[in-house]
């Protein structure tokens, strides 16, 4: 198979095979393949109406869940499940019941619970009623008791300052960042690259006058929206609800849902996203051979 680069000439047929498949899952959306190439080492092989994205990051003959023609899909596992070390990522439910029912003896199936996307409720969080948002209402509160906020939409003229949030927060997060499976600065590089070619909307905060957190989102699905990055180079209790808030009001109104992506494993995003109430999981499971695995063996996140 001919392994590709993931370049924005793809986007039309990437994401027609996937909606044609009703994959909602973010991890294989054209944009998350875009921005998430380099970090994650993934490469490509498409056809008119199938892909599979190679995950390097994971090991050699590790991939995401196969997209599109469904005979296609089978072959593809039935020549690479014979070769050592392969794993299936970003398995949502319905391919993990089909996959339970194609290859019984030969995958194993585990829930991944750190590749899990949290859903939040777009409409519900602005309203934030109700004892669910009380610590979001209080901690935003605050915030604009201590300091005076502002927000911008990004465009032309503040995107540079957009960039330089993000600069200084890589700065002050490269020690705490040190052994991370998969660090995310190339991906929010990568998200101001793209910024008008992806269509992307996103949001500038202002804390006393200065820039100091930045978020951007886009579609995912005809329903969704989605978190690409959102980043303050300043820690301020309330500042990323604050954030996230803003970047919610300039989403379309046609989008009722924000997926706010998987939380890695990592304890610290983990408690955030719980914090921000979703109102569902895009639940994911992961696959290998049964014969390959050990019982001391690792998921890449743990």
């Not at 991370?180 to 992307?200: G, P, Q, R, S, T």
């Not at 804390?207 to 930045?214: H, L, N, S, W, Y």
Request: charged share 35%.
């Amino acid at each position: 198979m001919d392994w590709l680069k993931i370049e924005l000439q793809q986007r039309d047929r990437i994401e027609e095979i996937r909606k044609n498949a009703d994959c909602v899952l973010l991890s294989h959306s054209f944009y998350t393949l875009l921005l998430w190439q380099e970090t994650m080492r993934l490469s490509l092989y498409l056809e008119e109406d199938f892909f599979v994205v190679k995950y390097g990051l994971a090991g050699e003959n590790s991939y995401f869940c196969p997209c599109g023609n469904i005979e296609k899909t089978r072959k593809f596992i039935e020549e690479y499940e014979r070769k050592k070390d392969f794993q299936l990522f970003y398995i949502d439910e319905k391919r993990k019941n089909w996959l339970e029912e194609q290859f019984p003896e030969k995958l194993q199936l585990e829930y991944d619970r750190g590749g899990c996307e949290y859903i939040y409720d777009r409409q519900s969080h602005l309203l934030k009623q109700g004892k669910k948002y009380e610590r979001i209402r209080r901690e935003i509160h605050r915030l604009e008791l201590k300091y005076r906020l502002s927000a911008e939409r990004l465009t032309n003229e503040n995107l540079s300052a957009g960039w330089n949030v993000i600069e200084k927060w890589q700065k002050q997060n490269s020690e705490e960042k040190v052994g991370m499976i998969a660090d995310d600065y190339l991906v929010a590089k990568n998200v101001m690259d793209y910024f008008y070619a992806l269509e992307l909307k996103g949001v500038l905060i202002y804390v006393d006058g200065k820039p100091m957190a930045t978020a951007i989102g886009g579609e995912i699905t005809q329903d969704t929206y989605a978190i690409w990055v959102a980043k303050m180079c300043e820690r301020k209790e309330g500042l990323m609800f604050y954030l996230l808030e803003q970047l919610f009001l300039v989403i379309p109104s046609e989008y009722p849902y924000v997926n706010g992506d998987d939380d890695m494993n990592i304890e610290g995003i983990r408690i955030h996203k719980r914090k921000m109430k979703p109102c569902r999981m895009n639940e994911v499971w992961r696959a290998y051979t049964v014969r390959s695995r050990d019982g001391n063996e690792k998921s890449i996140y743990q």
